[in-house]
């Protein structure tokens, strides 16, 4: 027996070493780590318990019958994240290139259908070069197990890419059905077909970072949620959102004790917003006021910065953060917005995380390319995505809420369980010029002075339509209150719904607008 522990232990140390030295400095020279030092990153010491180590594919042509290596590139198993049980895969770069082969897919079969049998959340730790050429028509089946699986977990544990180097072709797909996709700049691309198709089927020429690269993916495509300097920091990150997700959504997130005090005044807000709805502001400095030691995890910061999606704690509970960003571009919706916030509504619905919504919207983007683009379809999207919501969902209105995108933006007309204003609010169908513009067109035409009558006429219609308190006398607002009094009326109103509880009607699953 001792001969045969004796040779176990021996297998083990050549595995966990790796397949050569030369190998694992390449990986270093690239500015990459391993697969397991990645791992070793991800999960607290010592917790991590491998699946499959031993196991080998049984291909054969092309040489591969003479190169059976153990993991056959890619590394399963589970551990945890500051104690709750989390599952990963990591492409091991140094085998085959991460290739993913027949063996190798059936790994990571195991790990997901274990992940989602467990109610546990699965990180993907990718660096790998594709489907495995020598493979044939078996490599590709194996992504087709990948994304079945992707999508039958989707909604039910939270799902986490993080893009450590190439991944292109098919293989691109499975992160985009996940929850989120984390990149590290220069050394991670996404792409469908690389550069040197690019240059022959169009004739233009780009690098791979150019093309797929995390800037990229993080400002201009929208693929990717979060990107960052080096491998280091971004899973350092990963572990915070994964302190901030449920396992599955038959859990609630984790609470954790608060120190910042429930019933803290934020005075300063009465500094950050002004009262004139034509000057901008930060209003991600406003989320910092009101959440939790100012901590918030912004979510796609970098693309569609028109509109800020958050995760917080709020009184010591998760929370969603929807809000407009008068910053960039007025803070008005357009397509790029309405899909950004439409998806993260729904990852908060799905995993039970209540969302709070800011409102200073002035209306839909005007313009023949928003227009022609289908603004009217995505704008559809955030609208469905908060009407199909059955979270607590609390939305306060700081200054301008006007027409459709009032309306969008979890009014209480769409199931808005409270609703909230600051004395500065203006919720109306159109500004008031535009509106007086409208209604008195032939007045202000046959004025002697138009423009004196235009301007009393503005005021009339904001006197009449427009002042602070309308909306509340007639129940469309619950409350007008003191900023400085945000933070407690938030943390006393998510205490009050925390048992919230909604049923969908009976059916096998909606048809969304796409």
Same mark, same amino acid.
């Given at each position: ?15 966990? %070493?790796?397949?050569? !030295?030369?190998? @694992? =400095?390449?990986?270093?020279?690239? #500015? ?5 030092? +990645?791992? /070793? ?89 594709? %489907?495995?050429?020598? !493979?044939?028509? @078996? =490599?590709?089946?194996?992504?087709? #197990? ?5 999508? +039958?977990? /989707? ?360």
């Amino acid at each position: 027996m001792r001969s045969h522990v004796a040779e176990l232990a021996g297998i083990r140390r050549q595995v966990l %070493a790796g397949p050569s !030295e030369k190998a @694992t =400095a390449a990986q270093h020279a690239k #500015g990459k780590l391993t697969a397991r030092e +990645r791992i /070793s990153l991800l999960l607290d010491d010592g917790s991590f318990r491998e699946v499959e180590q031993l196991r080998r594919h049984r291909a054969t042509g092309f040489g591969l019958e003479a190169r059976k290596p153990y993991t056959d590139g890619v590394i399963t198993g589970w551990g945890t994240v500051e104690g709750r049980t989390v599952f990963v895969y990591a492409h091991d770069f140094r085998i085959f290139g991460g290739a993913l082969g027949e063996a190798h897919a059936t790994k990571i079969h195991k790990i997901m259908d274990m992940a989602i049998a467990a109610g546990a959340p699965l990180v993907s730790l990718n660096d790998g070069a594709g %489907a495995r050429i020598q !493979e044939g028509v @078996t =490599a590709l089946a194996g992504y087709g #197990g990948i994304f079945r699986r992707n999508t +039958r977990a /989707s909604g039910v544990i939270p799902q986490i890419s993080v893009m450590l180097g190439p991944c292109a072709g098919g293989a691109a797909y499975s992160p985009a059905l996940t929850d989120f996709v984390f990149m590290v700049r220069e050394t991670s691309q996404m792409f469908i077909t690389g550069p040197d198709v690019v240059k022959a089927v169009t004739g233009e020429e780009i690098t791979q970072n150019g093309l797929g690269g995390a800037d990229v993916h993080a400002e201009t495509s929208g693929v990717c949620h979060f990107a960052y300097d080096d491998e280091e920091t971004c899973i350092q990150e990963v572990r915070y959102l994964l302190s901030l997700l449920p396992q599955n959504n038959r859990e609630n997130p984790p609470a954790v004790p608060c120190d910042d005090p429930h019933d803290r005044r934020c005075d300063t807000l009465a500094d950050l917003v002004p009262a004139d709805g034509n000057r901008p502001y930060d209003m991600a400095e406003v989320i910092k006021e009101i959440v939790d030691d100012g901590e918030l995890l912004e979510v796609h910061e970098h693309w569609a910065r028109n509109i800020i999606c958050a995760l917080a704690r709020v009184g010591g509970q998760v929370v969603g953060v929807v809000a407009n960003q008068p910053r960039v571009l007025a803070g008005v919706l357009d397509i790029e917005a309405s899909e950004k916030a439409a998806r993260f509504v729904q990852m908060c619905d799905a995993f039970s995380i209540p969302i709070v919504t800011l409102l200073d919207v002035p209306g839909f983007l005007p313009g023949v390319d928003q227009e022609h683009g289908g603004i009217i379809r995505h704008g559809a999207k955030l609208l469905y995505a908060y009407c199909n919501a059955t979270v607590p969902r609390i939305s306060l209105i700081l200054r301008k809420a006007y027409g459709g995108a009032y309306i969008v933006m979890d009014s209480q007309s769409i199931g808005a369980d409270l609703t909230y204003a600051w004395p500065t609010n203006e919720i109306a169908v159109m500004g008031a010029e535009g509106a007086a513009n409208v209604i008195f067109r032939r007045r202000i035409a046959e004025a002697e002075d138009p423009e004196a009558t235009r301007a009393e006429l503005v005021k009339e219609y904001k006197a009449e339509l427009m002042h602070p308190y309308y909306a509340a006398e007639r129940g469309l607002v619950d409350d007008v209150i003191d900023p400085a009094d945000t933070r407690q009326v938030l943390i006393h109103s998510l205490a009050m719904l925390r048992t919230k509880h909604a049923d969908h009607p009976a059916r096998k699953h909606g048809n969304p607008p796409q």
